[in-house]
């Protein structure tokens, strides 16, 4: 079946630090690949997507994500986070063909200490 | 562009009512809306997806007659909670998909809508 793993459910940086949230999906076909944020009692906002092209997207509040076809992986990337990107982020994929579906990953909590 | 809204924000209910939650795309024709659940500390789980005019598909494990949606229009999709509980609290949200080239390959997410049943 098609999943969405996240590694890190929860992660704690100092500000300053650089982050990388990894995020693996199972699923052979092509896919649009997404990250989300959702910050304390907010709703989701797209920080940046992936449909086709160069692999490295660069998307808003200074975050980035790597497309790795042979990895599965999209893993999402800041060199330098603030405290005000404490929050939960969700990795999503979702498949065009079989029907359009989007599996969201179970999110990780990421705090940033001021 | 490809705002979507969601009907009421938040509300409360006692055991045993229902409850209608409209999802609306303001700027585009959604053929397509999706309705999520999320717990506290959750991610969202996808409940059915919605095509305008046709039945809805539910995931494995949702009930149908407990939650129905109808997508009667391009604009507006409902979700009616039928005879809430307590553990029917949670939120909301649902989503939705245009045929245009800018709402074709991704969802909308409405702001949603957090339901707390007494």
């Known amino acids: 079946a098609q999943s969405v793993s996240q590694h890190n459910h929860h992660v704690i940086l100092s500000e300053a630090a650089s982050l990388e949230l990894g995020c693996n999906y199972s699923y052979g076909g092509t896919v649009n690949l997404f990250w989300y944020v959702q910050y304390p009692g907010q709703h989701l906002q797209l920080l940046l997507k992936?449909?086709?092209?160069?692999?490295l997207v660069k998307g808003i509040k200074g975050f980035e994500a790597e497309f790795i076809k042979s990895k599965f992986s999209f893993n999402l990337r800041k060199p330098s986070v603030q405290w005000s990107d404490t929050a939960e982020y969700f990795c999503?994929?979702?498949?065009?063909?079989?029907?359009?579906?989007?599996?969201f990953g179970a999110g990780t909590r990421l705090f940033v200490k001021a | 562009g490809a705002v979507v809204s969601q009907h009421p924000s938040w509300v409360i209910c006692k055991s045993g009512t229902s409850v209608k939650i409209e999802c609306r795309s303001l700027?585009?024709?959604?053929?397509?809306m999706f309705w999520y659940r999320q717990f506290p500390k959750q991610s969202l789980m996808l409940m059915a997806t919605?095509?305008?005019?046709?039945?809805?598909?539910?995931e494995q494990g949702v009930e149908k007659d407990k939650f129905l949606i109808n997508h009667a229009s391009l604009t507006l999709s409902t979700l009616t909670v039928t005879s809430a509980h307590p553990e029917d609290s949670s939120f909301y949200i649902c989503s939705a998909r245009g045929v245009g080239r800018a709402t074709y390959n991704e969802q909308f997410f409405g702001p949603g809508t957090r339901l707390t049943v007494l």
């Open positions: 700027d585009f024709q959604a053929t397509t």
């Open positions: 992936y449909f086709s092209g160069d692999p």
């Open positions: 999503a994929v979702t498949r065009n063909t079989g029907g359009f579906k989007t599996i």
């Open positions: 919605s095509n305008e005019g046709s039945k809805a598909t539910y």
